[in-house]
């Protein structure tokens, strides 16, 4: 029943126009910006958000770290080594989607209409996904992967969580060396060719930098330089964290600091 009543709607629901498909549209699929929320939009966002639980509220926060940087910029390889050395939870907001729709369940067949539909997932389905994810990991120490991607991102999360990240590692890696890894890792990604690449590059210095820049000013930000072998990349990524003494402390520095 649940499921005929959302394909109605999303048969009732116009299709995104030419010039909602093109790449800003393809880097933005994690976020919705204001005016592009269609009815089974609306309704999978009451669908998540009217289940969420109340038990983690009086449970003590763990330590968050927001990684970002470009495509190409190496975060997933650094996240993985650093969820291995310092104890962290491994989150990424795309593998939760995706999880969500291979799992089968009905939550995910939602996301997946929406989607193949040509819509953008709202904010709030991503952010109560990882919300979800944190609170079963228990975990005292959680990276999230490649999220927030625009600002709109990271009030929906700032709201559905409660609270903001401890730090943001970013990843500053200059774009022809993003390009070049892109093109020569063979992964038999689609969208790993010359003029896609150049397209998310522009669109992540536009939604993405936004928010980095939030952050520094919050003095938040800790900059990584991202050239060099990932073993060599990773020494700065250690210090960083070694200086970390107590994740669960506020932990407050001022400006943007660099790690070469």
């Avoid at 005929?4 to 910006?33: C, D, E, M, V």
Wanted: glycine content about 8%; charged content about 25%; aromatic content about 8%.
């Amino acid at each position: 029943m649940l499921r005929r009543r959302l394909g109605a709607i999303l048969l009732r629901s116009p299709p995104l126009s030419s010039a909602s498909s093109t790449a800003s549209s393809h880097w933005r699929r994690g976020h919705l910006l204001p005016g592009e929320e269609p009815l089974a939009a609306n309704y999978l966002v009451r669908l998540f958000t009217s289940q969420a639980g109340n038990d983690g509220e009086h449970s003590q926060k763990p330590f968050i770290a927001f990684v970002l940087g470009g495509p190409g910029s190496g975060k997933g390889t650094q996240c993985t080594k650093i969820a291995s050395n310092f104890g962290f939870a491994h989150l990424s907001a795309g593998d939760l989607l995706r999880h969500e729709i291979s799992s089968g369940s009905e939550k995910g067949e939602l996301i997946l209409e929406i989607i193949k539909d040509g819509r953008i997932v709202p904010s709030e389905i991503t952010v109560e996904l990882i919300r979800k994810a944190m609170e079963m990991s228990n975990a005292k120490r959680v990276l999230i992967d490649g999220f927030p991607r625009c600002e709109e991102n990271r009030i929906a999360f700032e709201r559905i969580v409660g609270t903001e990240p401890d730090i943001v590692v970013f990843f500053d890696c200059p774009e022809d060396e993003m390009v070049k890894r892109l093109l020569s890792r063979n992964q038999g990604r689609v969208d790993d060719n010359i003029e896609t690449i150049k397209k998310r590059l522009e669109v992540f210095e536009s939604l993405n930098i936004p928010v980095v820049d939030y952050y520094s000013s919050r003095g938040k930000v800790h900059k990584i330089n991202a050239t060099g072998t990932a073993d060599e990349i990773f020494e700065a990524v250690r210090k960083l964290f070694s200086s970390l003494s107590c994740y669960h402390e506020a932990v407050v520095f001022k400006g943007t600091w660099d790690y070469a």
